[in-house]
């Protein structure tokens, strides 16, 4: 049986994965700190027959276990959800809140709950395929000092998942860095205005906005266990943002 578990599924790119993944025959869990109630998880639960929604705070690691425990055996986990910089601005006026916040749910929230997983994938079977998808960003390495706390929590979850993936190789579980660019998402709302011209004019070579559509696609064949042997691997999907120009 494969079962995937996704966290911030309920909307935006986690929403995008877990449609693709339901569609292809996983049974789907979301995980997020909305409660079950919210808009966005019953649209997203409607949406999917038979998903189920876990209510998680990624920053209180202490309620790793009984998430886990809800969730049931995992064959694969996407560790997606994250926050941004609470304030864009000078990184000379960044908060310690902001920063911590970062790094709790980006960073420590993600690596603990990732953690869990990887320990109880090691008691299932190796068919189906095992995997843990981390979706960090282009972030990771384009630096923006309006948002640096955001840049160096993601930078730190890419360096999480070639941890995960060289001490999880010899088992067959595979471990993947997705590193999505500009994507329209209810995270990005805000910016739009910010980047419709400069994507236009380049920014992106494919001058268009990604779409959750565009991760889930390359996720899916890493969770079929297509790239088994590339293990480790970082994807940009990010329409050509990170490719280094003149």
């Known amino acids: 049986m494969k079962r995937a578990l996704i966290t911030g599924g309920q909307q935006g790119i986690g929403l995008g994965i877990a449609q693709a993944l339901h569609g292809a025959g996983w049974q789907v869990a979301l ?6 109630d919210a808009p966005a998880v019953q649209a997203a639960l409607a949406a999917m027959p038979g998903a189920t929604y876990h ?4 920053s209180d690691i202490s309620s790793v276990a009984a998430l886990m425990e809800a ?8 560790s997606n959800a994250g926050v941004p910089a609470m304030v864009r601005g000078d990184l000379l006026d960044m908060t310690a809140e902001s920063f911590d916040r970062c790094m709790a749910i980006n960073l420590r929230g993600a690596f ?20 843990i998808i981390f979706v960090t960003s282009v972030s ?8 640096a706390e955001y840049c160096m929590s993601k ?11 060289a ?29 419709d011209q400069r994507i236009a004019d380049g920014l992106v070579p494919a001058r268009r906005w990604g779409t959750p559509a565009d991760i889930a696609q390359t996720i899916l064949p ?8 590339a293990t480790g691997a970082v994807i940009p999907v990010d329409g050509g943002l990170s490719i280094p120009r003149l």
């Open 31 to 36: 995980a997020a700190e909305q409660p079950a």
């Open 55 to 58: 209510r998680h705070d990624l």
């Open 71 to 78: 969730v049931g055996p995992v064959t694969t986990f996407v």
């Open 112 to 131: 603990f709950l990732a953690q869990e997983v990887a320990r109880r994938m090691l008691a299932l079977p190796p068919d189906p395929f095992r995997s």
């Open 140 to 147: 990771a390495t384009m630096v923006s000092p309006d948002r």
């Open 155 to 165: 930078a730190g979850a890419a360096m999480m998942a070639q941890a995960f993936a």
């Open 167 to 195: 001490r999880l190789a010899a088992d067959n579980i595979g471990v993947y860095d997705i590193r999505p660019g500009i994507i329209a998402t209810p995270m990005t709302a805000p910016v739009v205005d910010r980047y």
């Open 222 to 229: 890493l969770a079929r266990g297509d790239f088994a042997f």
